[in-house]
């Protein structure tokens, strides 16, 4: 008797996160007279790996294991990553499954839990799983679409306005989902700025500011060669002690964003504090918003800015598309009641919608539209503000992005 696990529609290694996703079991080769067969499912992976919980359905209630009795016709039921326990690599998540009665095994899935993590706390096969992907899409030119729209000219599409924390999500989503292109365990992990990163400022992961400002590598590291337009290297020097202090201009740690305000008009003062904070507390290219995608740090920083969105989201339940209160403007551009294109939440987000007619910038817009992703449907080649907003999917289950943070619980 075999059993074949099927998570989402394909028979590559699946990646799941925290929200919940439906797998299919079909047995194959049962004994004859046999009409059903009481199975088990569980959790069998390496110590240290990561973990599933199993529901009969989607709302229901989640636990490690899972009896379940099936026959020839594919059962259905729901597996999420179990909060907590993520991943580190690829096939470190093992559901086992066994025929209850003999306890025989009779089929096996492996998976990864991949979440984004804080960069501090990283292995470091994960920090090099990360910089190594980076810096081969780097050298591959693929990068340079992303140095392109976030320049002098396109700032209105993405700050000083509302649809800020929104645009850089699917910025961060494209970037993220090419790196796994390249290799597919990585995820963006971000830098907590609130606290001190000892492990993100060294030479094998971000680097150590020379006198010049030079960041300097270790020999063989990928961002030695680092290169985003003519110039070669990276220039920044912190403002504080990068090993012992938080970045030295944040003010509002994690908790005192939170707390700014529970409605998305005011909690936005968050772009200043602590999100312009963090670029000012370093002299260097990632403090002026033209040249800040010049230094790859400004990619963990922006993960931490969209997590205290996240978490923010998360707190006072600000996912839902008809409350001004998850986003302000509910309409189109053009419509009463609405603001500039780009920040209104059935917009369509520049430059993933090829469009550069004014008030759109007025240059070709770089790249190629969002990458899709071989685990979910969502946000599509040409994304909305609106699809943007329920990263997790808790309104509609073909709204969840992919991704999900290390901190961070899937809670309906
Ligand atoms: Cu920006």
């Known amino acids: 008797m075999n059993a074949q696990l099927t998570l989402f529609s394909t028979n590559s290694l699946p990646y799941i996160s925290w929200r919940p996703v439906p797998c299919s079991l079909a047995l194959s080769n049962i004994p004859a007279g046999t009409a059903n067969v009481n199975l088990l499912l569980s959790n069998n992976g390496p110590a240290g790996g990561g973990k599933v919980i199993f529901s009969l359905t989607e709302n229901g209630a989640y636990s490690d294991t899972l009896q379940l ?37 009779v089929g096996q899935l492996e998976l990864m839990i991949r979440v984004r993590k804080d960069a501090n706390k990283l292995s470091d096969a994960e ?16 990068f340079q679409p992303f140095r392109d729209m976030h320049v002098q000219t396109s700032l209105a599409e993405a700050h000083g306005n509302y649809g800020f924390l929104p645009w850089h999500r699917a910025y961060l ?23 001190p990163a000892p492990n993100i400022f060294t030479l094998a992961f971000m680097g150590i500011s020379g006198n010049l400002g030079n960041v300097q590598f270790t020999d063989a590291h990928p961002f030695r060669t680092w290169k985003t337009d003519t110039d070669v290297g990276i220039i920044r020097t912190p403002k504080f002690q990068t090993a012992t202090e938080k970045a030295s201009e944040v003010v509002r740690n994690d908790s005192q964003t939170i707390a700014i305000s529970n409605q998305f008009v005011q909690f936005t003062a968050m772009e200043g504090d602590p999100h312009g904070s963090a670029h000012n507390s370093f002299n260097g290219s990632i403090s002026n918003p033209a040249t800040a995608p010049k230094d790859p740090l ?31 403007f509910l309409g189109a551009a053009g419509t009463p009641g609405s603001i500039r294109i780009g920040h209104n939440l059935k917009d369509t987000l520049w430059p993933w919608n090829n469009v550069h007619t004014p008030p759109r910038p007025n240059f070709p817009p770089p790249g190629n539209g969002m990458p899709g992703s071989p685990e979910v449907p969502a946000p599509g080649i040409s994304p909305r503000l609106a ?26």
Do not use: C
């Not at 970037?175 to 606290?195: G, H, N």
């Open 69 to 105: 009795t099936a026959g020839v016709a594919p059962v259905s039921f729901f597996v999420a990553g179990k909060y907590g326990s993520p991943s580190s690599n690829d096939k470190d998540t093992v559901i086992l499954v066994a025929d209850a009665a003999t306890h025989a095994v």
């Open 298 to 328: 400004f990619y963990l920083l922006h993960t931490n800015v969209d997590r205290l969105w996240a978490r923010w989201q998360s707190q006072y339940k600000r996912t839902d598309l008809a409350s001004t209160a998850t986003y302000p």
């Open 173 to 195: 989503l494209d970037l993220e989902r090419q790196l796994q292109a390249i290799i597919p365990s990585v995820t963006l992990p971000y830098w907590k700025f609130d606290t």
């Open 127 to 142: 920090r090099d799983r990360f910089v190594q992907a980076f810096g081969i899409l780097n050298s591959s030119g693929k």
């Open 387 to 412: 699809d943007m907003i329920d990263y997790q999917g808790k309104h509609d289950a073909r709204a969840y992005l992919g991704f999900d943070y290390d901190n961070i619980p899937y809670e309906q």
